[in-house]
């Protein structure tokens, strides 16, 4: 539920980012209701007024991340000359963010494995990310120069490296991601 000037309500926005924190460090369906409209500072019936399940929280969370990630590629491709460049400044961004500090892996992944029915409202959301994703990323991979075939190979290794990074040594796995894209650039 937005403001009169269209924007979300700052009681809103408080609820997506505290849920966000928290689903994120600690996992969704570990974390009740209660403790997200503590974190966010406001009452049960504001929390229900904006979001009328869990779920729907959920969902609005990862949105938010959705239009994150988005943003953050649309800036690196404005920032860039050409798709290689492009591709480099994102797999340096996803080196940086699988060597941040509480680094907890893919948000969506970890979505995914708590929601496993592929119709659920949150693995749908999950999945129209992912498609969305996976778009960019085949786009971008032949403008690069990597072979059509070969495209998807971007979304995996995305995903290998976003699981590697929380359960191996950050920096060994950002070293594996950047050589591996660089050798199919070639």
Not at 36 to 61: C, D, M, N, W
Not at 69 to 79: E, L, T
Not at 81 to 107: H, K, M, S, T, Y
Not at 133 to 155: Q, R
Request: glycine share 10%; net charge negative.
């Amino acid at each position: 539920m937005g403001t009169a000037t269209g924007r979300p309500s700052a009681a809103r926005t408080r609820l997506v980012e505290a849920a966000a924190r928290i689903f994120y460090a600690d996992g969704i369906h570990a974390v009740g209701v209660d403790r997200v409209i503590e974190e966010a500072g406001v009452s049960r019936a504001t929390f229900y007024r904006h979001f009328p399940s869990k779920e729907e929280l959920v969902r609005a969370y990862l949105e938010a991340e959705d239009q994150a990630i988005r943003a953050n590629v649309a800036a690196a491709g404005a920032r860039a000359d050409n798709p290689r460049e492009l591709l480099e400044r994102l797999v340096v961004g996803l080196g940086d963010q699988i060597c941040g500090a509480g680094f907890r892996g893919c948000p969506f992944i970890n979505a995914a494995a708590e929601y496993p029915d592929p119709e659920h409202p949150v693995r749908v959301t999950v999945r129209e990310h992912r498609d969305w994703f996976a778009g960019a990323l085949a786009d971008l991979a032949v403008a690069a120069g990597i072979p059509p075939e070969l495209s998807g190979v971007l979304v995996f290794l995305r995903d290998g490296a976003m699981v590697g990074g929380y359960l191996e040594e950050p920096e060994a796995v950002r070293e594996k991601l950047a050589l591996t894209v660089r050798a199919l650039v070639r």
